[in-house]
């Protein structure tokens, strides 16, 4: 006797839970009702898929292949449906992305001009840093990923989308914020404020300057760009960001881009995936959407966009 539906719709839940009562919480079931349907799955497959050890659950190396196939098996099952849908003139069903924290400002005006487009899509977004969106590459959370600086030695399906231009700012009142042409080593005289190890940003700063010969005084590193703004609005210091999140400040005069040679360093955002990921009907609509919608002119704010061409043709 094999595997039924509805024992490894129970599997799955137990697996994701690690617990008997959650997944019949979830599923609508008793803790005995979980607990019948799991054993007769292992004796169906005559082979034990969790062991207990203390009072924690874990699951067999049995039951770790069997969590692969059954999450392969129920993705393969709603990609049926959306499949299905789309052949009937429309989308839905669940979407699943996630986003560095500099595209944070402008991932919901995609998300939104997509839902327009197909309203009964619903999304699920997740902004996180670059450590963490790495992590979720590998344990394939999402349909998709948004970011920047892309990782090293993982093959990725990229599609890169806009600009993203990486800028130095500061407080109005600092000294350099109305000089022009400032030269590359004049940075090392200030106070810099650091992104956390890990980010795009960061990193990419550091390997430009490196090859410039260029030392930083770091004063101070901080966990989010929310806090750099505010840090650089007090004149801690200076710092890096994409100017994606910093426009409405720029636009009000709270920081100032400042006028630094080699700078922006522009980079691309893009969407991207695991190479050998099956991607859902929502999601390859998504990406072709963002593609062929032209993105500069179509979906961002023009905030975003102010200072493409100027930057281009100064390169």
């Not at 966990?223 to 409405?248: C, F, P, W, Y």
Request: net charge neutral; proline share 4%.
């Amino acid at each position: 006797m094999r595997a039924t539906l509805h024992q490894l719709k129970v599997f799955k839940q137990v697996a994701n839970t690690m617990n008997f009562t959650k997944a019949g919480e979830v599923l609508g079931l008793t803790q005995p009702a979980v607990s019948i349907q799991i054993k007769q799955l292992e004796g169906n497959l005559g082979i034990k898929l969790f062991e207990k050890v203390g009072k924690s659950l874990y699951l067999t190396p049995a039951g770790k292949k069997l969590q692969v196939f059954s999450d392969d098996i129920f993705t393969r099952f709603e990609n049926m449906d959306m499949s299905l849908s789309a052949l009937k003139g429309e989308l839905e069903g669940d979407f699943y992305l996630s986003a560095v924290t500099s595209a944070k400002y402008f991932t919901p005006h995609l998300l939104g001009a997509f839902h327009k487009k197909y309203p009964k899509v619903i999304f699920h977004l997740d902004i996180v840093n670059r450590e963490q969106i790495i992590q979720r590459l590998q344990e394939n959370r999402d349909d998709l990923v948004i970011m920047g600086l892309l990782p090293e030695m993982m093959p990725l399906a990229r599609y890169p989308f806009v600009d993203n231009p990486i800028i130095l700012i500061a407080s109005p009142d600092h000294p350099l914020a109305k000089k022009k042409n400032i030269a590359l080593t004049e940075l090392s005289e200030y106070a810099f404020i650091h992104r956390e190890k890990g980010s795009g940003t960061r990193k990419l700063l550091e390997e430009f300057l490196v090859g410039k010969g260029v030392n930083l005084q770091v004063n101070m590193t901080l966990g989010n760009s929310e806090t750099i703004k505010q840090a650089v609005m007090a004149d801690l210091g200076l710092s890096a960001t994409s100017r994606h999140s910093v426009s409405l400040e720029l636009a009000t005069n709270s920081l100032v881009e400042l006028d630094v040679v080699g700078f922006p360093l522009i980079r691309s955002w893009y969407i991207v995936h695991h190479e050998s990921k099956h991607l859902s009907p929502i999601a390859s609509a998504f990406i072709d959407f963002v593609m062929a919608s032209g993105v500069s002119q179509d979906i961002l704010p023009k905030r975003f966009l102010a200072k493409t061409a100027s930057d281009k043709s100064s390169e």
